[in-house]
């Protein structure tokens, strides 16, 4: 993970939070249709709920990468590097 977070645009293109999106989709999408179990610290079951409360928004349905987007002031390379803050934060917290 570490050198997926240190060199992102190597990985999936560009360091872009909507880029970042699109691969993550691409991931669960995969996992899914091919019945693959995917590890419960990388599941993102709550993760749009979470980030939303993170910065106080009343409702998640815009989605993190929109939330995290817009929170940044639309600066796709910031929201990457507060992507991975924040996955940080919400890999550790107390269930």
């Not at 560009?14 to 993550?24: G, H, N, R, W």
């Not at 993170?54 to 993190?64: D, N």
Request: glycine letters at 6%; proline letters at 0%.
């Amino acid at each position: 993970m570490e050198d997926f977070r240190k060199r992102t645009a190597m990985y999936i293109g560009d360091k872009k939070i909507t880029t970042l999106k699109s691969f993550i989709d691409g991931y669960f999408y995969a996992t899914w249709t091919n019945d693959i179990e995917v590890d419960d610290k990388i599941k993102f079951d709550d993760f749009h709920d979470w980030v939303a409360g993170q910065f106080k928004w009343k409702e998640s349905t815009a989605g993190w990468s929109k939330i995290i987007l817009d929170e940044c002031k639309g600066d796709e390379e910031l929201a990457v590097d507060k992507f991975f803050e924040l996955y940080d934060s919400f890999k550790t917290r107390v269930k």
